[in-house]
T-cell receptor, first 112, second 111 residues
Framework: DSGVTQTPKHLITATGQRVTLRCSPR?????VYWYQQSLDQGLQFLIQ???????AKGNILERFSAQQFPDLHSELNLSSLELGDSALYFC???????????FGPGTRLTVL | GENVEQHPSTLSVQEGDSAVIKCTYS??????FPWYKQELGKRPQLIID???NVGEKKDQRIAVTLNKTAKHFSLHITETQPEDSAVYFC??????????WGAGTKLIIKP
């Protein structure tokens, strides 16, 4: 157990819908990262927050947004969902940006 | 920006043999290189990492070597076991403190 928690574990929804994925970092970690992993693919970096502020953006679609709250938990919002958004979404956290990233168990999103 | 290339994409070895996975990076300022193991449907887990002030690091059957001049680093697994079967990802921390990932190597251990 890495200490990073993600909810829900599984999410099944329909095209056009909106969902919110939640991540709680390890105690003491200030940085949160979101990744998307489609079937048999690599890790696609989406976005990073550090102590409430956005620090870096990867290949994140405009339909996706995220935020980090004062208690350091983070939420990833996915809207106007498409079939291709079906994937595993991982959250990771680290103490600072240059430190080791620890991954949560992921949320498996299925869009029907 | 930083680019990380990982080879091979699939590696099949006999149980008990050694496995080597190689990554190259482009940003000479990169100074942190972790390796993650991901089993099917599970989270990526850090198995070993190395910083640029050392050339090699070992942890039981796993070792990582770093060649800063050539800008490449490698993961070595000796005496492979069935539980080593997984996808392995390398990464490099670039000068903007962003972790840039390799595409992954699927390691298959044949009994």
């Amino acid at each position: 157990d890495s200490g990073v928690t993600q909810t829900p574990k599984h999410l099944i929804t329909a095209t056009g819908q909106r969902v919110t994925l939640r991540c709680s970092p390890r105690s003491g970690d200030l940085s949160v990262y979101w990744y998307q992993q489609s079937l048999d693919q690599g890790l696609q970096f989406l976005i990073q927050y550090y102590n409430g502020e956005e620090r870096a953006k990867g290949n994140i679609l405009e339909r996706f947004s995220a935020q980090q709250f004062p208690d350091l938990h983070s939420e990833l919002n996915l809207s106007s969902l498409e079939l291709g958004d079906s994937a595993l979404y991982f959250c990771a956290s680290s103490v600072i940006q240059s430190d080791t990233q620890y991954f949560g168990p992921g949320t498996r999103l299925t869009v029907l | 920006g930083e680019n990380v290339e990982q080879h091979p994409s699939t590696l099949s070895v006999q149980e008990g043999d050694s496995a080597v996975i190689k990554c190259t990076y482009s940003d000479s300022a990169s100074n942190y290189f972790p390796w993650y193991k991901q089993e099917l449907g599970k989270r990526p887990q850090l198995i070993i990492d190395i910083r640029s002030n050392v050339g090699e690091k070992k942890d039981q059957r796993i070792a990582v070597t770093l060649n800063k001049t050539a800008k490449h680093f490698s993961l070595h697994i000796t005496e492979t076991q069935p539980e080593d079967s997984a996808v392995y990802f390398c990464a490099a921390l670039d000068s903007n403190y962003q972790l840039i990932w390799g595409a992954g190597t699927k390691l298959i251990i044949k009994p």
